[in-house]
């Protein structure tokens, strides 16, 4: 098999490539290792930027996200006793949109025009430097080769893709807590996100729909999902959440679903080695406080895209040449703003560390120099800065 782009994973980073490319007159071929199920029903994050909507808009795919999705003005920021609501809009011009990422996949699987080979196996990228080509095994058991000009990583952090870059630079974090996420057959107590700080640790309710609440708990990392009831889980949130403040309530439901996320702050440059080009979590991940890995990974296509164009249509490598360094601006930009709202929101023990953390959220919560520099970040910079 011949194609101009071998991409490899059928995420959002490479059904989104897959997509602009073909738009742009250029083939493709996806290489996917799990089944086309598994990969559209995957939880995960659910806030898309301003710009990420711009971009999903001006390639076809904003009908369901103008129709279903839902636009939120800003965040609540709280920490006990005190509830502040940042409106991004009157900060910065800019918010984002509540549309979960199992939607997003959904209108890519739609819009898909490339050939996508799913359940593959033995994916193995070869010659990068010259004249690349992928080999793998197909569904039915037979060995496969895919000629190429270029190959497309977005095969994640497990997949081979980074490690074939040599001489890599990896910079990485982890942290000393994880995320418990459930999601919950109930309507969201509230109308947009609540980021809250508390001396038991941090606590998120997020949402899917006017039906889905999706809410997170910090938890040590290693908690095991099923140690928790339901009933200890509601209660937790409840008490992190601020219920019986100001009258606020948080109505609990069923739980649908519970796992423990670990965070880790990770980036490996350059994200270009001679024909292999990476794009999304292949390249980096970001804890997910600042909800930025989706957005960064269209980010990154965004760019990859019009690079891959102009290289593969018009022989020019201009763009190509700069993409590692152009995406990498944003990845930094995004990396610090994940670490910053981790760090500002989760408790560590110590009480020195809470009295930093508090006079923070204080001077963000309460200060338009403090507000405009969350809201700038959060409803995100625009694509190329
Ligand atoms: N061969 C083919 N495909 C592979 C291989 C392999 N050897 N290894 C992994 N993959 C596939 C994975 O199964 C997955 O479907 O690559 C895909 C990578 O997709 P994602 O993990 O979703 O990464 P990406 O597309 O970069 O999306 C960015 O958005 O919500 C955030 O962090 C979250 O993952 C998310 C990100
Ligand atoms: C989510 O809805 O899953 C979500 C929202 C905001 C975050 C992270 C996750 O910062």
């Not at 039906?211 to 409840?238: F, H, K, M």
């Not at 930009?333 to 994940?338: E, G, N, P, Q, V």
Request: proline share 5%; charged share 20%; glycine share 8%.
């Amino acid at each position: 098999m011949r194609t101009q782009v071998a991409i490899i994973g059928a995420g959002p980073a490479g059904l989104l490539l897959s997509h602009l490319l073909a738009q742009g007159g250029v083939s493709s071929v996806v290489l996917e290792t799990r089944s086309e199920e598994y990969v559209a029903a995957r939880i995960r994050a659910g806030i898309l930027e301003h710009s990420s909507v711009e971009l999903l808009e001006s390639a076809g795919l904003g009908d369901r996200i103008r129709k279903e999705g839902d636009h939120h003005r800003g965040i609540y920021l709280q920490w006990p006793g005190e509830r502040h609501h940042l409106d991004f809009v009157n900060l910065v011009g800019r918010s984002v949109w509540v549309y979960g990422q199992t939607e997003v996949q959904k209108d890519l699987v739609a819009a898909r025009t490339a050939e996508t080979y799913y359940d593959i196996s033995d994916t193995s990228l070869h010659d990068v430097s010259d004249k690349p080509f992928v080999t793998f095994t197909d569904k039915s058991g037979k060995s496969q080769r895919l000629d190429c000009d270029v190959i497309a990583g977005c095969d994640g952090s497990f997949g081979p893709s980074r490690h074939a870059v040599p001489a890599a630079k990896v910079f990485e974090k982890t942290y000393p807590y994880s995320w418990f996420g459930i999601l919950a057959d109930v309507a969201p107590s509230t109308d947009e996100l609540i980021y809250a700080w508390h001396p038991n640790g941090f606590a998120l309710h997020s949402m899917r729909s006017a039906t889905v609440s999706r809410l997170y708990l910090q938890v040590p990392n290693g908690t095991d999902p099923e140690s928790w009831s339901d009933d200890r889980i509601w209660e937790e949130l409840a008490t992190r959440l601020g219920h019986g403040q100001n009258g606020w309530k948080l109505t609990p439901g069923p739980i649908t679903d519970k796992s423990v996320l670990p965070m880790r702050s990770y980036v490996q440059t350059p994200m270009r080695h001679g024909n292999l080009y990476l794009a999304g979590d292949a390249a980096h991940i970001v804890p997910p406080t600042g909800a930025k890995g989706l957005n960064l990974a269209i980010a990154d296509v965004a760019l990859l895209s019009k690079a891959l164009i102009a290289l593969i249509n018009e022989k020019n490598p201009a763009l190509a040449d700069r993409y590692s360094d152009d995406a990498q601006r944003r990845v930094w930009r995004c990396t610090h703003f994940s670490w910053w709202m981790t760090t500002m929101l989760h408790t560590s023990g110590d009480p020195f560390d809470a009295e930093l953390q508090l006079s923070q959220l204080r001077w963000v919560a309460n200060s338009e120099a403090g507000a405009t520099g969350l809201a700038e970040n959060y409803a995100g910079l625009p694509i190329g800065y």
